[in-house]
């Protein structure tokens, strides 16, 4: 048994929730990555995970074990640093996470630029909407969304996360153009269901909107609310109701006519978006080449 490699699966099995979702991380088989499991488990004589057919569920020793993996792989990833800062060619495994929308409409398809641009460097990418701790999970960057806590984080600002109110053609058609705030109180409004603790978690009733007025704040309802911005998305073009939507999502949309901007004087509410990585890090190629290519697409001018 290769121990390094076990204990990579281990932690990718601990931090995707699934076996399945490790062995497409680690590209190999869900039963290789079982393998791997039990052979950790067999050299150390105890129990890491208590699985069932719906669920997993660490021990107490896995837990702790858990923890030590991202010590060991840490340290070993810090070897393999020493070496790439010696070549002047970005090269290595460059780890990076990103909100699940933006990550998938802006930066997976920007990736292949980059890739083009530095060949030699293999990505490693991890698309949530939760903020995985940086030098904990062994990431080397991340794109975060809304105002950033004190940190010893280097903290580079990106463009704002903007939203649109949008509609289809087919809704507009049947119920009406909303002309002011108020209006919106007698229309389908579809809400994304923020997870509790986010800085946008109020937005599930209410809307918040700029006009010429200053901020006003409209009481809305509709016949769904959905903690996907793609489902969300999907029954706005349908013509269920009106939503707010990152722009990252629906700027083709406006462009082609299936969605039409709603009230555009008024102006949803926006996030600050900031690139964040260590400073000492900084200095290896890979990560200096990514956090110059990203200012590039998205850095604030």
Known sequence: MDLFQAMTVYVRVVESGSMT??????????????????ALEQ????????????????????????QRCLEV??????????????????????????????GTEKLAPALSEFALLCPRVK???????????????????AFRLGNMEQTNLIARPLEDYTLTM??????????????????????????????AGDDWHSVEKEWRLTGAEGEVTVAVS???????????????????????????????????????????????PNRPMSLMYAQDRYRLPKLRSFVDFAMRMWGKH
């Open 21 to 38: 979702a490790a062995a497409f991380q680690c590209e190999m088989s869900t039963t290789m990555v079982g393998n791997h499991l039990r």
């Open 43 to 66: 050299r150390l004589g105890v129990r890491l995970l208590n699985r069932t057919t719906r669920r997993q569920r660490l021990t107490e020793f896995g837990t702790a074990y858990y």
């Open 73 to 102: 792989l840490g340290l070993v990833a810090d070897s393999e640093r020493l070496a790439e800062q010696a070549l002047d060619e970005p090269s290595g495994t460059l780890r990076l996470t990103a909100p699940l929308t933006f």
């Open 123 to 141: 990505l490693d990418v991890v698309l949530t909407n939760r903020r995985p701790d940086l030098l904990e999970n062994g990431f080397d960057v």
């Open 166 to 195: 949008c509609a289809s053609p087919s809704y507009l058609t049947r119920r009406g153009n909303p002309e002011k705030p108020d209006d919106l109180r007698h229309h389908d409004c579809l809400s994304f269901a923020y997870p």
């Open 222 to 268: 509709g016949p769904m609310l959905i903690n996907s911005s793609a489902g969300l998305h999907q029954a706005a073009r349908t013509g269920m109701g009106i939503v707010l939507l990152p722009d990252a999502l629906v700027e083709q949309d406006l462009k082609d006519g299936k969605l039409v901007a709603v009230m555009p004087d008024y102006l949803p």
